[in-house]
């Protein structure tokens, strides 16, 4: 896969789905109803990881979804992935979170720089959901900015050895195999680190605090601890200094999974308030015929279709090999502050039962605010987007 624009084939901008996708999409919003909406609440209450259905999407070919078929992928695309992630996010972002962490960030790291072996090695494993993966960039210090991080591999003869700690990692306890990366020369900044695959059950490598979350808390998010955590010379992935830069493209496909997360999220919110809109009744009739309450519709349905075109057109452009920095970023950016956006109206319109837990969008609202967060933040975003437009890049270590 190129990923020089110029030499990339050309992107014809779909307005209507294939009959495949169509049926795609049915199959999930199926799925996402009959297994997963029953035990939404019961999952969010207890911060339970919700394991059972997590291995049926792996069945479903959902681990794997952007990965070739000889590699045990699904042999999809980026259009394909995103609908997935929406689906499953509109009914509950948990689901959403935990599959994007899976295949963009853990798996594909893997499958952009790894070599041969390696990814014979682990990415069938993923991709069937036998393992599931975890990525790890952030530290206690060191979140927007990578070149903070404090977490080392050292040399040992044909092993490297791992010390530190890394946060917010989504599957951090449930996770059979993580990608990370380390500090492998402190004086070379961003491109003194490197990237490493480390599996679960090596000696001096841990799952720590597991933690307590506004939203999305079926998932799990917890700590990674090394201490003199020894790995094989093998488990470097990519070359030494460039895990960085690899961390980099990798996260340009990530975002565009954010933006459907996004999308998942505010469409739930949206049908929610449609539904309540219709059945709530004051002065003598359905809120829903009130003009003002039309247009708080009209408006999120407006930014959220935006919203999706801009993250369709990353989509696009990704499968066609194309560079997608600057349209993800945006895709991403847009996508999650809209997202915020409409649930806010949605409880609004909900009056005082937005509030409670009863009803839907009380939990969108907790849910969606990772959304401008992970992945870069918003501010971060916007630092790549006007970087891109002003071609000027940050100063190199």
Not at 138 to 146: I, L, M, R
Request: with cysteine; proline share 3%; hydrophobic share 40%.
């Amino acid at each position: 896969m190129t990923t020089a624009a110029q030499s990339a084939p050309s992107a014809t901008f779909p307005f209507t789905l294939t009959e495949d996708q169509e049926a795609l999409r049915r199959e999930i919003r199926d799925f996402a109803g009959r297994e997963i909406a029953p035990n939404v609440s019961r999952w969010d209450e207890a911060s339970e990881f919700p394991m059972e259905v997590v291995q049926q999407l792996g069945r479903m070919g959902l681990l794997g979804v952007i990965f070739p078929l000889d590699l045990g992928g699904a042999g999809l695309g980026y259009i394909d992935y995103m609908l997935a992630i929406e689906e499953l996010s509109a009914v509950d972002g948990s689901i959403g979170i935990i599959v994007a962490a899976h295949n963009s960030l853990c798996t594909n790291h893997i499958f952009l720089a790894g070599s041969d072996a390696q990814k014979q090695k682990y990415i069938p494993r993923l991709a069937a959901g036998q393992a599931l993966g975890a990525w790890g960039l952030t530290e206690p210090g060191s979140g927007s900015d990578a070149s903070a991080a404090r977490t080392t591999a050292v040399r040992k003869g044909d092993r490297w050895v791992l010390n530190g700690n890394k946060t917010f990692i989504t599957n951090g306890h449930y996770a059979e195999v993580s990608v990370i990366i380390a500090v492998t020369d402190k004086s070379q900044g961003t491109h003194g680190l490197s990237a490493f695959i480390v599996e679960k059950g090596t000696p001096g490598f841990r799952a720590g605090k597991k933690e307590n979350k506004l939203g999305l808390r079926a998932s799990d998010t917890s700590e990674l601890i090394f201490e003199d955590c020894e790995i094989p010379g093998e488990n470097l992935l990519g070359k030494e200094g460039e895990g960085f830069i690899d961390a980099m493209r990798t996260l340009d496909g990530g975002r565009i999974s954010i933006a459907a997360l996004s999308l998942g999220i505010g469409r739930g919110a949206l049908d929610a308030s449609v539904k309540y809109v219709k059945q709530r009744k004051q002065f003598g009739k359905a809120i829903a015929e009130f003009q003002g309450i039309q247009w708080k519709l009209a408006d999120m349905a407006t930014e959220l279709d935006a919203a999706r075109l801009l993250t369709l057109r990353a989509a696009v452009l990704k499968d066609a090999g194309q560079r997608v920095t600057q349209e993800s970023a945006m895709a991403k950016l847009y996508a999650s502050e809209v997202a915020v956006k409409i649930c806010n109206e949605a409880v609004q319109l909900h009056g005082g039962y937005g509030f409670i837990k009863d009803y839907p969008v009380e939990k969108f609202y907790r849910d969606v605010k990772l959304c401008t967060i992970g992945e870069g933040t918003s501010e971060i975003q916007r630092m790549v987007i006007g970087r891109e437009i002003l071609k000027v890049h940050p100063s190199r270590g």
